[in-house]
């Protein structure tokens, strides 16, 4: 059975081999079809070297859910290798650091699938001028490795971890960054302005309908706080603002927007370079954001961690403002208990998110349950305050794909 196997596949691969030659030598080809020829026959030699000395793989065997965890990646040992400093943040820094050549890998991809193909098809590419993007991409490159390094650097400072290497670079991360520039221009750049306006006001109105138009002593907690907008034009109408994140993609560049700027607009990215799909026009990839278009308020505390673990004082809040953030729960009970924790009796919880829960997640609710479970662990939701409102979320400009949120807004109060 193998040994037929074996020759069936030999046959198959000789005739790969042979057959451009014989359409290279019937045909009128030019040398340098024959060069490519050549090359996609070497490709075809060691396909051929692989297929003859590794035998045809047997149909795996099921595998136990302990084997399974054995074989994992080790990602906790990536987590481990800086013990000193908190979780994720040298991964961040690492990804920061090396996004030139992330990105770069990105266009090599990109130009590897470009250059596969025929000298016909790529001189139609050349007319079309579809070369010449992968230059205009590399100009936007430079752009944000200015804004990443920088980044980096600052983290590097704020946290002291000194030059040494933070990480593997093949564990540094091209999402990590890519995340970072699309919330950031979400939140802190005039074309975000649309996106915000959609969800922020609804949000302001309804701390203004519990606490009147000046927020002076009254103390509100923005978990998952991102890019610590929504925090900041809070603190802007007089509230007292805790703002809270895990992630350091968001976290270092929040630092860099709230402490190392010195005028609007001062810092510059393309964030859309890498992405060349579901455009109407080429030049929507290489549009150019400025931010910050308004001072952070310096006012918010940041507090860096996990929500769950980085507020012990039970009652310390008047407010909790959610903003897509009860979906990024393992387990929803777990947040909304925290939420009522926190809060004061009588204080306030207003929530705006669609419910896009992870697979890792233990519940995967309506918002109806959502709502049940407020009301079971002590909170009275208020059902006049439900709204929904359509939703764009760190959208390229121009695109051909809109994703659109269908947010759910509501406020509940913790019982007396
Ligand atoms: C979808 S983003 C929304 C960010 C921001 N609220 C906004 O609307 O732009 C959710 C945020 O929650 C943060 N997050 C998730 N789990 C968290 C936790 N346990 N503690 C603190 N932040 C968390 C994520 O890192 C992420 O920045």
Not at 88 to 117: D, M, N, T, W
Not at 389 to 414: C, G, H, M, N, R
Request: a neutral charge; hydrophobic letters at 40%; proline letters at 6%.
């Amino acid at each position: 059975m193998r040994t037929s196997i074996y020759l069936s596949r030999f046959l198959a691969l000789l005739l790969c081999i042979v057959s451009p030659f014989y359409l290279a030598i019937r045909g009128s080809a030019s040398l340098s079809d024959i060069a490519l020829l050549l090359s996609s026959l070497s490709e075809r030699a060691e396909a051929l070297h692989v297929a003859l000395t590794f035998p045809p793989a047997a149909p795996p065997a099921p595998i136990s859910k302990k084997a399974f965890e054995a074989f994992r990646p080790p990602k906790a040992g990536r987590r481990n290798r800086n013990p000193s400093l908190p979780n994720g943040l040298a991964h961040c820094i690492s990804s920061f650091e090396q996004y030139p050549f992330l990105a770069e890998q990105v266009l090599q991809r990109k130009y590897a699938r470009y250059s596969k193909q025929t000298p016909a098809q790529k001189a139609i590419g050349n007319k079309l001028g579809y070369t010449a993007h992968f230059e205009k991409a590399r100009k936007g490159i430079e752009v944000n490795t200015r804004f990443s390094e920088q980044i980096a650097q600052i983290a590097r400072e704020d946290y002291h971890t000194g030059s040494q290497v933070l990480e593997d670079s093949d564990d540094a991360d091209f999402a990590v960054v890519d995340l970072a520039f699309g919330h950031i221009s979400r939140d802190w750049s005039t074309q975000g302005t649309k996106e915000r306006q959609a969800v922020f006001p609804p949000i302001l109105n309804m701390l203004e309908q519990h606490f009147g138009a000046d927020g002076r002593g009254v103390k509100v907690l923005v978990p998952g706080s991102g890019m610590g907008r929504l925090a900041s034009d809070i603190a802007d109408l007089g509230y007292e603002v805790t703002a809270n994140e895990v992630d350091y993609g968001s976290i270092l560049a929040y630092h860099l927007l709230i402490n190392h700027t010195s005028s609007l607009h001062e810092h510059i990215l393309q964030p859309f370079v890498t992405k060349w799909t579901y455009q109407a026009n080429p030049s929507s990839r290489y549009s150019t954001l400025t931010v910050p278009d308004h001072w952070p308020n310096k006012a918010v505390k940041l507090v860096e961690g996990d929500f769950l673990k980085m507020f012990p004082r039970d009652g310390e809040f008047d407010a909790v403002v959610t903003l897509f953030f009860i979906d990024m729960s393992e387990n929803v009970i777990d947040f909304l208990s925290n939420i009522h924790r926190l809060l004061k009796p009588g204080g306030v919880w207003i929530n705006l998110g669609p419910l896009k829960w992870g697979t890792h997640t233990a519940l995967q609710l309506s918002v109806e349950e959502v709502l049940q479970l407020a009301d079971l662990l002590g909170f009275n939701v208020d059902h006049t305050s439900r709204k929904e409102i359509d939703s764009l979320y760190a959208e390229q400009p121009e695109t051909l794909l809109k994703f659109t949120y269908v947010t759910q807004l509501w406020s509940a109060t913790k019982r007396e």
